[in-house]
């Protein structure tokens, strides 16, 4: 290779240095100014720490590729590699270290035919865990003290009746084993339902067991006072 360029004239040499210097340029730009024109500008940087910032996340085996395990949020991750755009979306590498789980993950769209425009599935940072509820001790005294009410401060006032019917007035809500419970199913607007009970509280959210008919049946979220996903004000469900 010396050989060879100390045998070109030094003009030639020249032009060549500078059309790769300039291809690979040209490269950086493309990758920059649109490849991913289906999503929002990317936030996640490689080695951080990331949440999942909408209901859930999907892993995929590689960017673009076809659905793996389903990770609920407010699941935490760190970033391994990306973004690769496949299709004009942007894709991220991630490892959820407490599940032992890796794959790649979409970082958001531009707009979804079933959640709207403007979507981060993936977001930034890690997330404050909740604050730690400290027991009230209630003295002990001759007459009984009736117990306090329960705490149901981060929902709305309940607008459900037991035996009452209902509907989903956003645009899913989700089934849950029990008051507070893990996730068990996603069910999608537009749906009825009968109110089995309820309400209960629980981490000052209230919650009703309800009916779709044909087994599906669970216990679902009525409303919150503010979600920092969905803003403040939110009923998931109403008579």
């Not at 045998?7 to 730009?29: C, D, E, N, T, Y």
């Not at 493309?30 to 500008?41: E, F, Q, V």
Request: charged share 10%; glycine share 12%.
């Amino acid at each position: 290779m010396r050989n060879l360029i100390g045998k070109l004239p030094l003009a030639l040499f020249l032009v060549v240095i500078l059309g790769v210097a300039a291809f690979g340029l040209g490269q950086s730009r493309a990758l920059a100014d649109g490849t991913c024109g289906n999503s929002l500008p990317t936030r996640l940087v490689i080695g951080s720490a990331g949440h999942v910032a909408d209901l859930y996340s999907t892993l995929r085996p590689y960017a673009g590729g076809p659905d793996g395990p389903r990770i609920y949020a407010p699941a935490q991750f760190t970033v391994v590699a990306g973004p690769a755009c496949v299709n004009g979306y942007a894709y991220w590498q991630i490892r959820y270290d407490s599940l032992g789980q890796s794959g790649w993950a979409l970082e958001s769209e531009l707009y979804s035919p079933v959640y709207g425009a403007n979507r981060y599935w993936l977001a930034p940072g890690p997330i404050a865990p909740p604050p730690t509820l400290v027991p009230t001790l209630v003295p002990v005294t001759a007459t009984p003290v009736p117990p306090p009410p329960p705490d149901c401060s981060r929902s709305l006032a309940p607008q459900l009746i037991a035996g009452g019917t209902g509907r989903i007035a956003e645009r899913f809500s989700t089934l849950r084993s029990a008051p507070g419970g893990a996730p068990t199913q996603v069910i999608f607007a537009p749906r009825t339902f009968s109110v089995v009970s309820g309400p209960r509280c629980v981490n000052g959210y209230v919650f009703f067991e309800i009916d779709y008919g044909a087994g599906l049946r669970g216990w679902a979220l009525e409303s919150e006072t503010y979600s920092p996903i969905y803003g403040a004000n939110k009923r998931w469900l109403i008579p």
